[in-house]
């Protein structure tokens, strides 16, 4: 099993959203563009991240078993589990398959008592996630090893380090770029403002999808951006 994102791009949040801004222009910039800046790149990490856009570090760690235990929830510094093995003293390891939420809630024999967990599922919390395995461990023979995504740091904190794969970082320069002009008090005035913020935006879409066609290993899902009228 190898880390993904090898080579990541570290970066603060003061240079991202300088380099953000100085490339719209303008300048000297206001305490409140500053913080309006940083808001709306808080917000297209999330919404990178809900779009299920690999940004986050990948950290590997374990959890012990406890017999007849379930559930487990982890280290608040992680959002959700990506691929999970279950391992023995004896060095047998072990895939455990991942189901949705509502699958898993469904399984009827909840209390089976079983060797190794066959099953997982993840409830997310607001401040945790919660990791359930069926069946129930019938001892503390087995360990589960899995890959954590790391949640996305408080970027209001302009000295707070980023890590990203080094391809999706001009992907964020420019929904940086878009997010902040819609907000931008007067930023859309004239038509050839607007015409620049939507030529920022087809950028921002062209480089997403190149880079998640770069990332094509770890994404099974090809996401294709359009629109369709009917009338």
């Known amino acids: 099993m190898s880390v993904q994102f090898q080579y990541l791009h570290e970066e603060t949040v003061e240079d991202i959203v300088m380099s953000a801004l100085q490339s ?15 808001e709306q790149l808080q917000l297209l990490l999330f919404e990178l991240n809900n779009k299920q856009v690999p940004l986050s570090f990948l950290e590997q760690t374990t959890q012990t078993l406890t017999a007849g235990v379930t559930e487990y929830t982890l280290d608040p510094k992680f959002k959700d589990v990506e691929s999970m093995v279950a391992y023995d003293s004896g060095g047998r390891e072990l895939r455990v398959n991942r189901m949705g939420l509502f699958e898993f809630d469904g399984i009827a024999a909840k209390d089976q008592t079983g060797e190794r967990p066959l099953q997982y599922t993840t409830h997310k919390q607001q401040d945790s996630v919660v ?37 999706f970082r001009p992907v964020v320069q420019f929904g940086l770029m878009y997010n902040y002009g819609l907000v931008k008090p007067g930023g859309l005035a004239d038509e050839a403002a607007l015409a620049k913020h939507q030529i920022i935006g087809q950028k921002y879409m062209e480089l997403l999808g190149d880079a998640l066609k770069d990332d094509r290993e770890r994404v099974p899902l090809r996401i294709r951006h359009g629109y369709s009228y009917s009338g």
Do not use: C, H, N
């Open 131 to 167: 990791v359930k395995i069926w069946p129930k461990p019938k001892d503390a023979s087995w360990t589960l090893k899995f890959w954590g995504f790391l949640r996305t740091p408080d970027v209001l904190l302009y000295t707070t380090k980023i890590k990203m794969p080094k391809e």
């Open 24 to 38: 719209q222009g303008g300048g000297p910039y206001t305490g409140q563009e500053l913080k309006t800046a940083a």
